[in-house]
């Protein structure tokens, strides 16, 4: 996110390195306008590359129940499978089919309420796995406010909400270490395995596929221009800044092409799907067989 936000300040003709690292707020673009544009271009292409190929990303974790409550990663976006220890499945019902008072129920049926998954049958407490899509997270940087062995607590722009970060690797730009997020708290302090201090600059890593990371900072530039009151050369299609949008659509299908495209492996079905079709169908020639 530092190196981003470099680089879409360069862009916008308004670069220096008080600006980035918010020493110098004197100028016309926050660091908060355009980490609002950068993640609103993450958000734009993972939109398009969660239609094309969803299982990159596609997460599995061992939840355990609090009776019969289970709490969703704070990642989570769409549900995938959920199941029992034993590997069964575990099927949502209406609200309407929960049990009544005092009845049974079942440890194999749930039902949504806020960001829990809560079992019909009470007092369950088994670990059970949650396959599921995540979300686009939103990334961050700026100067850590304290540090030490095993911790860093992030700037005040950063989110309050318990384990938000979980899972993200963040940059130490300052001491040159890059380290994974293992836990976050609603204090804004990060569990890593590095060390920090109050005076180190830090960046939050995106999680998407790194094929399409270039793509951001045009597309951010045209969230803040396009959006941002004191902009003197908003995109418009026939305007100043077509070309660019048309360089970006062009670098988009071409980054989808190549890594967003159709598998290149090919299924053992499909192949003998092909050897038994007519003979002025499609067929295909496998050695070894007449």
Request: proline share 3%; with cysteine; hydrophobic share 35%.
């Amino acid at each position: 996110c530092y190196a981003l936000l470099e680089k879409v300040r360069v862009q916008l003709n308004e670069y220096s390195t008080a600006y980035v690292q918010g020493t110098d707020t004197t100028g016309k673009y926050s660091n908060t306008q355009i980490i609002d544009g950068i993640n609103a271009a993450r958000k734009h292409i993972f939109n398009i590359l969660f239609k094309r190929i969803p299982y990159v990303f596609e997460t599995e974790v061992a939840l355990t129940g609090v009776a019969s409550v289970y709490t969703l990663p704070a990642d989570f976006g769409i549900l995938r499978y959920f199941k029992d220890s034993d590997g069964n499945q575990i099927y949502p019902i209406e609200q309407n089919f929960r049990r009544k008072t005092g009845a049974d129920g079942s440890e194999h049926r749930y039902y949504r309420r806020g960001n829990t998954l809560v079992l019909d049958k009470a007092g369950i407490t088994e670990v059970c796995t949650l396959i599921y899509y995540r979300k686009c997270r939103d990334i961050t940087q700026g100067l850590a406010s304290a540090g030490g062995a095993l911790s860093i607590t992030l700037a005040t722009t950063a989110k309050k909400i318990a384990d938000y970060y979980n899972g993200m690797l963040i940059e130490n730009v300052t001491k040159d270490w890059t380290d994974t997020i293992s836990d976050y708290a609603t204090t804004r302090v990060a569990t890593i395995a590095e060390t920090a201090a109050a005076s180190d600059y830090y960046g939050i890593v995106c999680d998407m596929p790194e094929a399409f990371h270039h793509l951001y900072i045009p597309r951010a530039v045209f969230e803040i221009t396009g959006n941002f009151p004191i902009a003197q050369d908003k995109p418009t299609v026939g305007g100043t800044k077509s070309l660019g949008m048309t360089l970006f659509n062009e670098n988009l299908m071409m980054a989808i092409q190549a890594f967003a495209g159709e598998s290149q492996d090919t299924y053992a079905e499909d192949v003998w799907t092909e050897y038994g079709r007519a003979p002025d169908s499609n067929f295909i020639n496998i050695p070894g067989y007449d």
